[in-house]
């Protein structure tokens, strides 16, 4: 059974930086495709970004140039480095293991962590 566990999260001023990290277990990593998302309070989730088994990225359009996603493989653990953060990126943020299809692109599969909270503000 696959096991994701975040951390990283906290509270931090505008403009600061955080790093997500997601612990897997329970399966083969490097073979799925990896991604983040994040929930605010009345939102629905989102994608914020997600990384195919081999390193290819993408990012919604409000985190480009800001958050970078990156995989270590070999120690089963997912990160999201966030820079230059903004009140709007305050959420709940979870990593979900995938698939990605170059038609559909990606697909979260029921493989959820229980998220953590990043707060931004002064």
């Known amino acids: 059974q696959v096991r994701l566990v975040e951390s990283g999260g906290g509270l931090v001023q505008p403009g600061g930086s955080l790093r997500l990290s997601c612990a897997a277990s329970g399966t083969s990593f490097s073979a799925y495709a990896m991604g983040w998302y994040r929930q605010a309070p009345g939102k629905q989730r989102e994608l914020v970004a997600f990384?195919?088994?081999?390193?290819?990225?993408n990012y919604a359009d409000s985190v480009r140039g800001r958050f970078t996603i990156s995989r270590d493989n070999a120690k089963n653990t997912l990160y999201l480095q966030m820079n230059s953060l903004k009140p709007e990126d305050t959420a709940l943020y979870y990593c979900?293991?995938?698939?990605?299809?170059?038609?559909?692109?990606?697909?979260?599969?029921?493989?959820w962590g229980q998220g953590t909270l990043v707060t931004v503000s002064s």
């Open positions: 990384i195919r088994s081999f390193g290819t990225t």
């Open positions: 979900n293991q995938g698939t990605y299809g170059s038609g559909r692109g990606y697909t979260a599969l029921d493989a």
